[in-house]
């Protein structure tokens, strides 16, 4: 299947500053990218949608103004934990998918993020 | 908004019977797509359902989706210890992916 890169696996940072997470689709053009936290046992939930070149779909809950999304091209999105917090410490995992609804998401590896 | 739900959130197996997993929309999904995550692991896509009461095997596998494409199911017959991990059934409409909470299956030797 095709490959979906996300960098860093792990991060540790201090409370108020801000990480950047990146997710790369190497080997196809991801129209969408979805990003996703999940909790320990818990399922993925859902905090944004983001298509190339256009601003970002959070789900209700997610603050914008913390989560910040980029989806500047193709290939690459960024999810930035601004001024982060303990609370903000979780499993973030992206996805993509070419196209629309019909055809499989790719996930990255996620991104262990711990904020001390 | 669109909700996924999923149960059982945890399924405890003897090797060699069966379960089943169990998905609900509230809404109309244009599909439905079912992934499995191993512990430590990404989820990894297993298949996708696209037409009303449509069913698909693979190997000891076999998912079906419902008649008013708000349901589906994963049924697993004699489970073996390399089906541990989490099943997660992803309900699909144009422009986002849902995910249900997730079934988490261990198998007792």
């Known amino acids: ?14 409370s108020g500053t801000s990480v950047k997470i990146e997710c790369r689709s190497l080997d196809f053009q991801a129209t969408t990218m979805f990003w996703y936290r999940q909790f320990p046992k818990q399922s993925l939930m859902l905090m944004a949608t983001s298509n190339e070149g ?5 789900e209700q809950g997610v603050e914008k ?3 910040l ?6 290939t690459l999105s960024t999810l930035t934990v601004t001024s982060a917090h303990p609370e903000d410490s979780s499993f973030y995992i992206c996805s993509a998918r070419w196209g629309n609804s019909g055809v499989e998401a790719f996930f990255g590896q996620g991104t262990r993020l711990t904020v001390v | 908004g669109q909700q996924v739900m999923q149960i059982p959130q945890y399924q405890h197996v003897q090797e060699g019977e069966d379960f089943t997993t169990y998905c609900n929309s509230s809404t109309t999904l244009s599909n439905i797509q079912w992934y499995k995550q191993r512990p430590g692991g990404h989820p990894v896509f297993l298949i996708q359902l696209v037409k009303s009461g449509e069913v698909k095997k693979q190997k000891r596998l ?3 989706f419902g008649e008013a494409k708000k349901n589906s199911s ?3 017959t004699a489970t073996q210890t ?7 059934c992803a309900g699909n409409t144009d422009y986002k992916l849902s995910f249900g909470a997730g079934t988490t299956v261990t198998v007792r030797a």
């Open chain 2, 82 to 88: 390399t089906d541990v991990g989490t099943y997660f």
């Open chain 2, 62 to 64: 076999t998912f079906q």
């Open chain 1, 69 to 74: 999304i980029n989806h500047a091209s193709l």
């Open chain 2, 74 to 76: 994963l049924h697993i």
């Open chain 1, 65 to 67: 103004d913390k989560f």
């Open chain 1, 1 to 14: 299947g095709a490959v979906v890169s996300q960098h860093p696996s792990r991060v540790i940072c201090k």
């Open chain 1, 54 to 58: 256009s601003k970002a779909t959070y």
